[in-house]
């Protein structure tokens, strides 16, 4: 079996932190009880822990769950880290993401710090 990023409907990460020793029934149930989202569809749902070298993806492919496990042997992902959300993505936000790069950079207010 090929994983297919391709074959998605839609891409979705999990904000903030997720406790990575949850598995397949928990992150479905995540994923269907707290942001009302069908797991059985063909989406692929990301979270990431505290440590930002990991992440799980879970997806379902017609026959039965995948749950990825990724861990960077050196550097590390960008991870939006504001409260736990669910946020859709595209691909090319996802294979930035996966790249380390920032997906949604913020913007911090400069008032105040400079005088004309």
Known sequence: MIINLDAAKRYYIMTGRTDLLKGVDSLAALVQ?????????????????????RFKALYWDGQ??????????????????Q??????????QLIQLMD?????P???SLEGSYTM
């Open 33 to 53: 009880n707290d942001y009302q989202l069908n797991p059985f569809e063909k989406n692929r749902f990301l979270f990431c822990g505290s440590r930002l070298d």
């Open 64 to 81: 039965g769950f995948w749950l990825l496990y990724k861990r960077y042997e050196s550097g590390r992902i960008h991870w939006p880290r």
């Open 83 to 92: 409260k736990e959300s669910l946020k859709e993505i595209d691909r090319h």
């Open 100 to 104: 380390g790069f920032l997906i949604a």
């Open 106 to 108: 913020s913007v911090q």
